[in-house]
């Protein structure tokens, strides 16, 4: 049918929490969103606001989230954050993507890419063909992992990633500059919130003269994932960073 719901994301989420061996989780979003409050935010799924149960509580997935063993979890959302004007979504209730278990002794770490501000919309450009579409901040985040410049790179393991806090640094400006190229009235400046030290998201993307032969979450991999906005994927790669005793796979789920 080729809807998403709640369930099969949750499914997926706690497969891998009880395997016990991620490092990092991905959690990515792209679509519709709302918030009721400053503490109560929502994505909104294929059946949504009809179907009042089928919305992710962001907020309450997040605090599940911390004791749940994954060392970092990245929450990567290009929804709107706003305020609804009209009470079709004031019934949502959703729930969290996260399972209810007894919490860990150790708290993850959590960086969280928020498309907008919260109150502002996320805007949208509109392509010909459906599988080009994409959100201004999603381009702008996968355009930032090509090339990237010297101070942007972490090195890890002979391989290079796009630190997380040079992303939050050009992000703001970058995504604000494309809205305004569509149409000067636009703004949207996005809300990044770290905690992870040497974080990123991915591997810098190289020219293809030059790429190493290697496993991980590319580039590439990155955008193939976004733009096509799968309904539900996960991906294993070997370990992306020597830390141990830390579980050593890492995870993506999209939406």
Not at 81 to 109: M, N, Y
Not at 124 to 132: G, H, K, P, S, V
Not at 152 to 171: D, F, M, P, T
Not at 190 to 198: G, R, Y
Request: charged share 25%; hydrophobic share 40%.
């Amino acid at each position: 049918s080729g809807r998403v719901t709640r369930a099969n994301i949750f499914d997926v989420v706690e497969k891998r929490v009880a395997a016990a061996n991620v490092q990092r989780l991905i959690i990515y979003f792209a679509g519709h969103g709302f918030l009721k409050g400053p503490l109560d935010e929502f994505w909104l799924l294929s059946r949504a606001p009809t179907d009042s149960a089928e919305a992710v509580n962001v907020t309450l997935s997040a605090a599940m989230a911390r004791y749940k063993g994954i060392p970092e979890i990245i929450f990567i959302s290009d929804a709107c954050r706003v305020v609804p004007k009209t009470g079709l979504h004031s019934g949502i209730i959703g729930a969290s993507i996260f399972p209810s278990s007894a919490p860990k002794s150790d708290s993850a770490e959590i960086d969280f890419y928020y498309g907008t501000h919260p109150g502002d919309p996320a805007f949208e450009r509109n392509e010909t063909e459906a599988e080009r579409a994409h959100g201004l901040f999603t381009k702008e985040l996968l355009e930032a992992h090509i090339n990237a410049p010297a101070e942007a790179l972490l090195e890890i393991g002979g391989r290079q990633y796009v630190r997380n806090r040079w992303l939050k640094k050009v992000l703001k400006d970058r995504v604000d500059d494309r809205a305004q190229k569509i149409d000067l009235a636009l703004t949207q400046k996005p809300d990044v919130q770290l905690q992870i030290e040497n974080g990123y998201i991915a591997l810098n993307e190289v020219p293809e003269e030059h790429a190493f032969a290697h496993r991980g979450l590319s580039g590439v991999e990155f955008r193939h994932k976004m733009i096509r906005r799968v309904d539900l994927q996960t991906r294993s790669a070997s370990p992306m960073a020597p830390r141990p005793p830390r579980p050593s796979d890492d995870a993506i789920v999209g939406a």
